[in-house]
């Protein structure tokens, strides 16, 4: 399944990357007023032994949105961020109010709509592009250690593969204040749709 993607498809897969989170940062920018800076974005075929150290590492205490990707192509999606940088971004998005800790209902229900606005925004720019509609189910929300939402992630596809196709890009505010990933993570079974739509698009008719 995987054995098919060429270094042509992870340009390819970049690029989509680059242009849907693109999107979601646009969308974040609206919200919160700040400007945001994104990585370009890295597409790896990792263990999932691997999965959480690149998102900063096993230890770290993050807040996880996590989605089911339904319609044309399957997959799953995840917004990471650590724990600092949720609270800090519930602080913007309260305009400065403070916040409870541990998170209460309020604070976890307005990071799964932030997470569903970026998700959607996303999604809805890489659907286009592929022309292949990509729906984002109502998101999940874990904090937790990074190994350990990861693994949330990755229970299904250890039933079907001991490897993940992961399309990262990183995103942060100029001074840092937060940040956080948007990571995709294709359905092995649907790497095979994904790849018919890139290769219309790099041969149009």
């Given at each position: 399944m995987f054995q098919k993607i060429d270094e042509r498809d992870l340009d390819a897969l970049r690029?989509?990357?680059n242009i849907g989170a693109g999107h979601a940062v646009t969308a974040l920018h609206q919200m919160t007023h700040r400007v945001i800076t994104l990585e370009v974005p890295s597409v790896q075929l990792l263990p999932f032994s691997r999965v959480a150290e690149s998102l900063g590492g096993l230890e770290e205490e993050v807040v996880g949105l996590f989605f089911r990707i339904y319609g044309g192509s399957r997959g799953n999606m995840l917004v990471v961020m650590s724990r600092h940088s949720a609270e800090h971004l519930l602080t913007v998005l309260f305009d400065g109010s403070g916040i409870r800790k541990p998170l209460g209902d309020m604070e976890i229900s307005a990071l799964?709509?932030?997470g569903n606005i970026l998700t959607s925004s996303y999604l809805s720019a890489v659907?286009?592009?592929?022309?292949?509609?990509?729906?984002?189910s109502i998101p999940s929300f874990?904090?937790?250690?990074?190994q350990a939402v990861v693994d949330l992630l990755l229970i299904e596809l250890a039933e079907v593969t001991h490897q993940a196709l992961v399309v990262q890009t990183?995103?942060?505010?100029?001074d840092k204040s937060f940040a956080g990933h948007f990571?995709?993570?294709?359905?092995?079974n649907s790497i095979?749709?994904?790849l018919k739509a890139l290769e219309k698009i790099r041969n149009p008719r």
């Open positions: 690029e989509i990357s799964k709509e932030v659907g286009s592009l592929l022309s292949i509609p990509l729906i984002p874990s904090l937790d250690m990074a990183d995103f942060a505010t100029r990571c995709l993570l294709p359905d092995p095979e749709t994904i």
